[in-house]
Nanobody, 121 residues
Framework: QVHLVESGGGLVQPGGSLRLSCASSGIIYAANAAAWYRQTPGHEHELVATITSGFNTRYADSVKGRFTISRDKASNTLYLQMNSLKPEDTGIYYC???????????????WGRGTQVTVSS
């Protein structure tokens, strides 16, 4: 059974930091690339950061230099370290494969519940 469980979100002041974690059923471990996405009301999931099985990383321009994606294959965990947070970083953050995992049994793209990040003073 596929599962993606994100954690670590919360309310933080501008300039603060958070570290998000993602536990998965193995689809992250098996994928060529894993990623963090962000969704805000009325918008689609936005790709924030990607990491390949070879540990190459890529970031959205808006987060370059502030966010760091990493993965621990031994524990099958994906992380997103977020520093110097800005109000525009606010949103629900999801982990997934890149491209996102398609569940053929349910005929839809699979998403976990995400973790809410709110950056506000």
């Amino acid at each position: 059974q596929v599962h993606l469980v994100e954690s670590g979100g919360g309310l933080v002041q501008p300039g603060g930091s958070l570290r998000l974690s993602c536990a998965s059923s193995g689809i992250i471990y098996a994928a060529n690339a894993a990623a963090w996405y962000r969704q805000t009301p009325g918008h689609e999931h936005e790709l924030v950061a990607t990491i390949t099985s070879g540990f190459n990383t890529r970031y959205a321009d808006s987060v370059k230099g502030r966010f760091t994606i990493s993965r621990d294959k031994a524990s099958n965990t994906l992380y997103l370290q977020m520093n110097s947070l800005k109000p525009e970083d606010t949103g629900i953050y999801y982990c997934n494969t890149d491209p996102p995992y398609y569940d053929h049994f349910q005929a839809r793209t699979f998403w976990g519940r995400g973790t809410q990040v709110t950056v506000s003073s």
